[in-house]
């Protein structure tokens, strides 16, 4: 069982920046390929992008357009989404998920996933 916490959300302005944490509750947290997704307000979850367990290959969906990437640190359990030139069409609530098997390549559907965070959310506005 893999407890997930995502933080780090608020508001911001158009153009801004943001970096989202996701942390982890488990002592093997690398056993676990991760992934972001987000929900707007009316719209299904959309996929944002992975990140294989070592955190050495990530894949983004392509209208994340370049501005988001994803890190992680498996020294300290924690799941990172840098999002840059924030507009309002990001304004979601985000969230962070797990898989122990799905990070060998772009993974976008849900139900490859077996842990989910509750969510942070992204206000962009001016």
């Known amino acids: 069982q893999v407890q997930l916490a995502e933080s780090g959300g608020g508001l911001v302005q158009p153009g801004g920046s943001l970096r989202l944490s996701c942390a982890a509750s488990?002592?093997?947290?690398?056993?676990?390929?991760m992934a972001w997704f987000r929900q707007a307000p009316g719209k299904e979850r959309e996929f944002i992008g992975n990140?294989?367990?070592?955190?050495?290959?990530?894949w983004y969906a392509d209208r994340m357009n370049g501005r988001f990437t994803i890190s992680r640190d498996n020294t300290e359990n924690m799941l990172f989404l840098q999002m840059n030139d924030l507009n309002v069409e990001d304004t979601a609530v985000y969230y962070c998920a797990a898989s122990r098997w799905a990070g060998g390549k772009m993974w976008p559907l849900q139900t490859s996933y077996d842990y989910w965070g509750q969510g942070t959310q992204v206000t962009v506005s001016s």
């Open positions: 990140i294989n367990w070592s955190g050495t290959n990530t």
């Open positions: 488990t002592r093997t947290f690398d056993d676990y390929a």
